[in-house]
């Protein structure tokens, strides 16, 4: 029984932070709102997901800004601000080190560069 109400937490944990990682959200912004503590919550998405709500926070909000990035001409700020990163500058050093290129960069790259 324990593992059943684990498994829903996770996947209601899930459908959150689909719904909303370009918003500014928190791994305690979740826990509120599925009413479990945010502790418990890291440990079984952990657990479950082998890495923390951050992490895959980051990791989304990285693939919408390399899409973006692939797609759209928009500029690299605008981009940043759509995908939860309000600053610019830690955006670009973040992108880089999961990418090892920078956003310009990126974008510029042929396809099988990437």
Same mark, same amino acid.
């Given at each position: ?9 996770? &996947?209601? &944990? ?20 599925? +009413?479990?503590?945010? +502790?418990?919550? =890291? ?17 989304? +909000? ?38 090892? =290129?920078?956003?310009? =960069? ?7 560069? +990437?």
């Amino acid at each position: 029984r324990d593992l059943r109400a684990c498994g829903k937490t996770i &996947a209601a &944990a899930n459908a959150i932070i689909r719904a909303r990682f370009c918003e500014k959200l928190t791994p305690d912004d979740i826990a509120a709102e599925l +009413r479990v503590s945010v +502790r418990l919550l =890291q440990l079984r998405y952990k657990q479950v997901v082998e890495h923390g709500i951050h992490e895959e926070l980051m990791r989304l +909000r990285m693939e919408k800004a390399a899409d973006r990035l692939r797609t759209t001409s928009a500029p690299v700020r605008e981009i940043s601000m759509e995908c939860g990163f309000p600053c610019v500058e830690h955006f670009q050093r973040l992108f880089r080190k999961r990418f090892g =290129q920078s956003p310009a =960069q990126w974008r510029k790259a042929p396809s099988g560069m +990437r």
